[in-house]
């Protein structure tokens, strides 16, 4: 297997030495970044397998580089900060971030989270060899990380799409918040539970009224569910 190229992006030029001198020894490829522009030529030169970006950053902030990021791939993305806010990790995720690392850090815990977002990044669907699922006006296909409602493609962030395509491939299975958080993020992921609310949200609003026969739906006091009469198309 070759080894991973990981990109870095960060104005810190002492936390990106660290880091490279760190992932270096562990046999990665390091490409670095001092800016957002340069972080986005870097990414279109080199195709790297992952990105370390920070928020703050000169030129153009890190949650703008990941918005033009998810434009056009689906490579994971792991935010590396200072701002350790709920409202920045979940601004983060909303926008695609596969995982959220609050500086200071130690070097051992950004190499198990990058090969954890790794790993996964390289699976498919948790719990079942099909990477489609199919309801009534509804097709999730995580090979070409698409979601297609009432026959039309709808933009959706990497971890809304993994999130619906494993309740929809557990059909009226109840899962907890921390249970989610486990199967789509992975253990590795130390985030908020409101995180899954946030993904959710988003995921009703784009599913609102598409059909009777099917609903992401609330159990209180417990989590969500795939509610469905049907099985899925095959």
């Known amino acids: 297997m070759a080894l991973e190229k990981i990109l870095i992006v ?4 002492n936390i990106c030495e660290l880091l490279r001198i760190y ?3 562990e046999g990665y ?4 970044a001092h800016d957002g522009e340069k972080g986005i030529e870097k ?3 080199t195709k790297p397998d992952i990105i370390l970006l920070d928020i703050m950053l000169p ?3 890190g949650w703008q580089v990941c918005r033009e990021i998810r434009k056009k791939s689906n490579v994971p993305i792991i935010m590396v900060t200072a701002k350790s806010e709920t409202f920045d990790k979940v601004l983060g995720l909303e926008l695609g971030a596969d995982d959220y690392v609050v500086k200071p850090f130690d070097a051992k815990e950004v190499v198990a989270r990058i090969k954890a977002v790794y790993r996964r990044s390289g699976q498919s669907a948790p ?3 099909s990477k489609e699922v199919s309801y009534d006006k509804l097709q999730v296909n995580m090979t070409r990380y698409e979601l297609k409602v009432d026959g039309k493609v709808l933009d959706t962030p990497p971890k809304e799409l993994e999130l619906l395509f494993y309740l929809a491939s557990n059909p009226n299975r109840v899962y907890t918040r921390d249970q989610l958080l486990d199967e ?3 253990f590795e992921y130390y985030g908020d539970s409101r995180t899954i609310d946030v993904h959710i949200k988003r995921l009703r609003e784009k599913l609102e009224g598409v059909s009777d026969k099917w609903v992401l739906k609330t159990v209180w006091g417990v989590g969500y569910k795939f509610e469905t009469t ?3 198309i095959k």
């Open 184 to 186: 789509v993020w992975g």
């Open 10 to 13: 960060d104005d810190d030029v």
């Open 59 to 61: 030129v153009m902030d």
């Open 127 to 129: 719990e079942t060899e």
């Open 23 to 25: 992932l270096e020894k």
């Open 43 to 45: 990414f279109n030169a």
């Open 230 to 232: 049907e099985e899925p």
């Open 29 to 32: 490829t390091v490409i670095l």
